[in-house]
């Protein structure tokens, strides 16, 4: 297990469709050892959630681990693994967060995306699962898909007032946006 570099924006490999993983590579000793380092990657950059494009791996798969007391509803201790993730939305309520990002490291920036969604992908025994989601966990599916497609929350960012350093963003959005 080894903590990766992560990848920042301007590098092209972050504006790459991914490819798909075949279902033999994914139980692979190979594919094994990339899932530890990503979760201890996560882990020690402090995200909650990380892209294999993030690392350099051109393959469609993301870790999300948002723990419940942060808004998430997966009750897990340990990162969701998606391989081949696709996503249905559900509802037509859109919500928006302050999002950041470990490849676009130091900034905030508001966007909204739908709030109910179902994501579908193949898990690391290489069974299809389904989970529906909604709020921030809503948006964390979609902000780490968006990587797959060579997509960074900045390309949705509708009002670029909205983007902002972390520690204007602490002081002139976040009291205004906590309560809300
Ligand atoms: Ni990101």
Same mark, same amino acid.
């Given at each position: 297990m080894a903590v990766r570099k992560i990848i920042r924006m301007g590098h092209p490999v972050l504006r790459r469709r991914a490819r798909e993983v075949a279902a033999q590579d994914i139980g692979t000793e190979a594919m094994h050892r990339l899932l530890a380092d990503m979760i201890d990657t996560l882990r020690d950059y402090g995200g909650i959630g990380l892209a294999a494009p993030q690392v350099g791996?051109?393959?469609?798969l993301a870790i999300v681990h948002l723990p419940e007391e942060a808004g998430?509803? /997966?009750?897990?201790a340990t990162p969701t693994v998606c391989f081949n993730p696709t996503i249905e939305v559900l509802g037509d309520e859109t919500a928006g967060f302050w999002e950041g990002c470990l490849s676009v490291p130091g900034l905030r920036g508001f966007v909204e995306r739908p709030q109910h969604i179902r994501v579908t992908f193949t898990n690391p025994r290489g069974e299809t699962e389904s989970v529906v989601a909604r709020g921030l966990l809503a948006t964390v599916f979609q902000h780490e898909f968006d990587h797959l497609d060579g997509k960074l929350y900045i390309d949705r960012?509708?009002?670029?007032?909205? /983007?902002?350093f972390e520690e204007e963003y602490a002081r002139y959005w976040q009291p205004a946006e906590a309560g809300g």
């Open positions: 791996e051109n393959m469609r998430g509803a /997966l009750n897990n960012i509708s009002d670029p007032t909205k /983007l902002a």
